[in-house]
């Protein structure tokens, strides 16, 4: 049973433009929510994160908004450049484990 | 700083053998993690380990073991290999504490013939 749900694999995006990438939860015990970026044959690497208690964390170009009633997380990138080009991972975590739950990931293409 | 680092980086083995996967944490990080990636099932939890004990484990095999020593490397284990066995294998680390953030080496992968 997929706990984390990123229901869209791919998406292209315009140099400078913003890039928007979505991620559905179902469980509502989860505390805390990290995405990650990956390159092929390299493991993932730690963007940003944020906790239960909060709806918005900012880090440059990167922003996560977490929507608790609708068990919703996003990732901002603006602006988008080409070497933000990877595959983006939504990931969930309990303050009871640290196991992380991880979404299928959403390929992002910035393209020139 | 070193980042997390997993030997070997390509391993072949063939049906029914066992396999022994390594890593090191970043330094001063005491929880290691285990992860599986595979086409079909994408990136699930294996173990963890801090302070030489399995504190949570997934839904795998008991094929699939691992331990870690005193000074926070760790070691998986595959025993009787399976076709379905080949994937990325990743290793996380952790600082205890406040800190959730886990930090992913490169990955061993791992292809059973």
């Known amino acids: 049973d997929q706990q984390v749900k990123q229901n869209s694999p791919s998406l292209s995006v315009q140099e400078g433009r913003i890039s928007i990438l979505n991620c559905d939860y179902t469980?509502?015990?989860?505390?805390?929510f990290l995405w990650y970026k990956k390159y092929p044959a390299e493991g993932p690497t730690f963007l940003i994160s944020i906790s239960s208690i909060k709806d918005k964390n900012e880090d440059g170009r990167f922003t996560v908004f977490l929507n608790k009633s609708a068990k919703h997380l996003s990732l901002h990138i603006v602006p988008s450049q080409p070497g933000d080009s990877a595959v983006y991972f939504c990931?969930?975590?309990?303050?009871?484990?640290?196991?992380?739950?991880f979404g299928k990931g959403t390929s992002l293409l910035v393209t020139p | 700083k070193a980042g997390v680092t997993q030997t070997p980086r390509y391993l072949i083995k063939t049906r029914g053998q066992q396999v022994t996967l390594s890593c090191s944490p970043i330094?001063?990080?005491?929880?290691v993690s285990w992860y599986q990636q595979t086409p079909g099932q994408g990136l699930q939890f294996l173990f963890e380990?801090?302070?030489?004990?399995?504190?949570n484990k997934g839904n795998f095999p008991g094929r699939f073991s691992g331990r870690q020593f005193s000074n926070s490397r760790s070691e998986m284990n595959v025993s009787t290999l399976e076709l379905g066995d080949s994937a990325l294998y990743l290793c996380?680390?952790?600082?205890?504490?406040?800190?959730?953030?886990?930090?992913f080496g490169p990955g061993t992968r791992l292809t059973v013939t």
């Open positions: 990931a969930t975590q309990t303050n009871s484990g640290y196991a992380l739950n």
């Open positions: 330094s001063g990080h005491r929880s």
């Open positions: 996380a680390s952790r600082k205890l504490g406040t800190s959730y953030e886990q930090y």
């Open positions: 380990y801090f302070s030489e004990t399995q504190r």
């Open positions: 469980n509502s015990m989860f505390d805390y």
